[in-house]
């Protein structure tokens, strides 16, 4: 049996998934864009325990503090653009006996979606968990405050000031 693995960022659809889900409120892409700086300062410097791609671990208190929800990431996703003939050249894979599969970072919500559009079964899928409404439920107010005083702070931030950024993130 054949097998071929696809990213879904990329090769499936063309959306990146976590700054198009910042972009549901207000500054939000600005927001994503400093973040995934931080993330990129942090795998130049091998920290250690860190992994690159990690921005859709550091973007999760904004969405909870901005209440987005499962719902809005699935919307979200069958909004997303498909890469054209992606859908058919799963079809054309699997119908010449290739087992196809999908294995992405993207949110759970937003890859099962996709991948369900361009006609790969969910149990050939391999992405991130994440409980989004659960985490929604648990977020107190004091928290919620902390996440809105940060991100004022970013918004203040000016592109390429790397060091300020690492500094203030790094107590973050």
């Known amino acids: 049996m054949n097998l071929i693995f696809f990213d879904l960022e ?24 400093v973040i995934s700086r931080y993330d990129d300062l942090l795998a130049l410097e091998n920290r250690e325990d860190y992994e690159p791609g990690d921005t859709l671990a550091l973007i999760v208190p904004f969405l909870i503090c901005h209440g987005v929800s499962e719902g ?39 890859a099962r979606h996709i991948a369900q559009r361009v006609g790969i079964s969910p149990e050939n899928l391999a992405c991130t968990r994440f409980p ?35 500094m203030r993130f790094d107590r973050f």
């Open 10 to 33: 990329g090769p499936l659809s063309p959306q990146d998934n976590a700054y198009e889900l910042m972009k549901l409120f207000p500054q939000g892409g600005s927001i994503f864009e």
């Open 72 to 110: 809005d990431i699935a919307r979200l996703a069958q909004r997303a653009t498909l890469v054209d003939g992606a859908a058919e050249l799963i079809a054309s894979l699997s119908s010449s006996g290739w087992k196809v599969f999908c294995i992405s970072t993207s949110y759970e919500q937003y």
């Open 132 to 166: 989004l409404d659960r985490y929604l439920s648990l977020a107190r107010k004091e928290d919620l405050a902390l996440v809105e005083g940060i991100e004022h702070e970013i918004i203040k931030m000016k592109p390429g000031d790397d060091e300020s950024m690492k």
